[in-house]
């Protein structure tokens, strides 16, 4: 079985299922299936489970895919809304609350956001054309699994942006920076860096990307074009919110008035980056394409590293319910290299010869429903903790690689 196709979206679950009507007009027999009969379907599942990223446990119910906050460890707060939140959507902006959201969302292994300038687009990325987007959505998908396209406002190399002009992807879960892509390298792409990426249902073990491949184009083609470069993001969390309204009007309105609210909560905590903010950790919020259920506006996705702000263990009612101050990268990397095991790591990273060692994000939280009043409450304890508020509302799913589960 060969990868799936890239998808520029994941399409709404909430459409009836078609029964085989084959299979169910086919008589009624008592004989059990062989053992070649299993070993087919095992591995029939196996293929369709790899190819969409699942070899990890499904979590049945949002608890067991990441921690809910409770008065009890959290404080009594934990569950307010903001209260000094002077923003608000448009009296027009309505949404579906009624659906139940969570483990409805399609798998995905692997993420690419294509960095564009812009925060809207033809309604199918991959329909723009010239662009790498185009050309991902048009070439063999990774090995490694399904790959989820989406187009960004990240800021390209050049301005004005133009998609003649190489740009840059982020690449998530690997929190990976890869600069210096055209469409013509795509493949290369694809097959070399990452076919060979962690995918979302991949252990939290250290990897590695080299830090610079030459793309086999054709002997004329100028030398700059061919080498493409990779880094590690500099950020401990990314905030990504669709932001295109050729697919949604909603998605418009709410990206920049989400975005503005999430800035008003991480600037007192030194955590906000802007576009071109590239010091070491912090938060970057990007606005990202059609991800599916616009009618669940606004959606969020929260990809985190793990224990991104040395705070995912703390008891804030134990704290006094005060304000807890994230620790700064340094600090972070100080703690981790004392533990049990990382000078063997560390020593490893000495010797790759060029090669960075990373283990990207630990967790990628997927709510919906979210409104300009619910973002104190995600930097609290989302942000900087990896929890969950509302999740029988606002969850609509995601994975935690640190515990080995997903919600599909």
């Known amino acids: 079985m060969g990868p799936p196709p890239p998808s520029s979206s994941l399409s709404d679950p909430h459409s009836p299922a078609v029964a085989n009507s084959s299979r169910n007009?086919?008589?009624?027999?008592?004989?059990?299936?062989?053992?070649?009969?299993?070993?087919?379907?095992?591995?029939?599942?196996s293929a369709k489970s790899f190819a969409i990223g699942d070899s990890g446990n499904k979590a049945t119910k949002p608890e067991d895919l990441f921690p809910v906050v409770s008065k009890e460890v959290d404080g009594d707060d934990c569950d307010h809304e903001c209260a000094t939140c002077t923003i608000t959507y448009p009296r027009t902006f309505k949404i579906d609350e009624e659906d139940e959201l969570f483990g409805q969302i399609k798998g995905w292994a692997t993420h690419v956001l294509v960095a564009t300038g812009k925060t809207d687009w033809v309604r199918d990325v991959a329909d723009e054309k010239g662009s790498v987007m185009q050309a991902i959505a048009g070439a063999?998908?990774?090995?490694?699994?399904?790959l989820m396209l989406s187009a960004s406002n990240m800021p390209t190399p050049h301005d004005p942006p133009s998609y003649s002009e190489p740009t840059t992807l982020l690449l998530l879960p690997a929190f990976i920076l890869i600069e210096n892509v055209t469409p013509a390298t795509v493949p290369f792409l694809l097959e070399?860096?990452?076919s060979h990426a962690p995918t979302n249902?991949?252990?939290?073990?250290?990897?590695s990307i080299p830090r610079a491949l030459e793309a086999p184009l054709p002997e004329a083609t100028p030398a700059y074009i061919k080498e493409l470069t990779t880094r590690p993001s500099p950020h401990q969390a990314l905030i990504l919110l669709c932001s295109q309204k050729t697919r949604d009007a909603r998605c418009g309105q709410s990206?920049?008035?989400l975005r503005k609210e999430l800035q008003r909560h991480l600037q007192p905590l030194g955590l906000y980056r802007d576009l071109d903010d590239e010091?070491?950790?912090?938060?970057?919020?990007?606005?990202?394409?059609h991800v599916g259920g616009h009618k669940y506006s606004a959606n969020m996705l929260v990809y985190r590293r793990p224990?991104?702000?040395?705070l995912d263990h703390v008891e804030r009612a134990k704290e006094g319910g005060g304000e807890l101050k994230p620790k700064k990268p340094e600090e972070l990397r100080k703690r981790n290299e004392s533990e049990e095991g990382k000078e063997e790591e560390k020593k490893v990273k000495e010797e790759g010869e060029g090669e960075e060692e990373e283990v990207g994000a630990a967790q990628c939280i997927w709510l919906a429903r979210v409104k300009p009043e619910d973002c104190e409450g995600i930097v609290k304890f989302t942000i900087l903790q990896g929890k969950?508020?509302?999740?029988?509302?606002?969850?609509?799913?995601?994975?935690?690689?640190?515990?080995?589960?997903?919600s599909w």
Do not use: C, E
Not at 25 to 44: A, C, E, H, I
Not at 140 to 146: E, F, M, Q, S, Y
Not at 307 to 310: C, E, R, S, Y
């Open 25 to 45: 007009n086919r008589p009624k027999t008592n004989k059990k299936p062989g053992w070649k009969s299993k070993m087919f379907r095992s591995l029939l599942h």
């Open 140 to 146: 063999k998908g990774p090995a490694n699994g399904k």
């Open 192 to 194: 070399k860096i990452i």
């Open 201 to 207: 249902a991949s252990p939290l073990t250290p990897f």
């Open 255 to 257: 990206a920049p008035l």
């Open 279 to 289: 010091r070491p950790g912090g938060v970057g919020i990007y606005f990202i394409s």
């Open 307 to 310: 224990d991104a702000f040395g």
């Open 388 to 406: 969950v508020i509302k999740p029988q509302s606002q969850l609509r799913g995601g994975f935690d690689r640190q515990r080995g589960v997903l």
